[in-house]
């Protein structure tokens, strides 16, 4: 418990040692190697990047035509969106980039349920399942 004193450091000690602990727990967890793998895999891809390098560059080149009406027709710019609109379809539908996505989806469910359950506690309320802007937050 808390004493009287003054605290300087955002955490304790002991916090810290939780916070050590719980990291060791998420490391051990499967869904951690699991998003740790697709992260190096989709940065080793060599095809996905350069997906990628070229949806960039398509994207700086589409903007900047936009800031410049007038060098380019609006058929030139239709096409660079739909060479863009291709790239993007290619891309997600990449084995690496789907791989990726699968990871990150299951690792941020561990997380977002650790976040929850710490704010649980600390509350006494969960957050919402759901989207609050449809019950206005009248939920708890």
């Keep these: 418990m808390p004493t009287n004193e003054t605290v300087t450091e955002p955490l304790t000690p002991e916090m810290l040692s939780l916070i050590a602990q719980l990291g060791a727990l998420v490391k051990a967890d499967p869904r951690c190697a699991e998003i740790e793998h697709a992260i190096e895999e989709y940065e080793r891809c060599e095809d996905l990047n350069a997906l990628v390098a070229e949806y960039n560059e398509q994207q700086n080149f589409l903007a900047a035509a936009y800031n410049r009406p007038e060098a380019l027709s609006e058929d030139f710019k239709k096409s660079i969106q739909d060479k863009i609109d ?4 290619e891309i997600t539908a990449h084995p690496a980039y789907v791989a990726y996505v699968e990871a ?4 941020d469910e561990l997380t977002d349920a650790i976040y929850g359950e710490l704010q649980f506690v600390i509350t006494g309320q969960r957050p919402c399942a759901h989207n609050c802007a449809s019950c206005a937050s009248k939920c708890h």
């Design 104 to 107: 990150k989806t299951s690792f």
């Design 86 to 89: 291709a790239l993007y379809d």
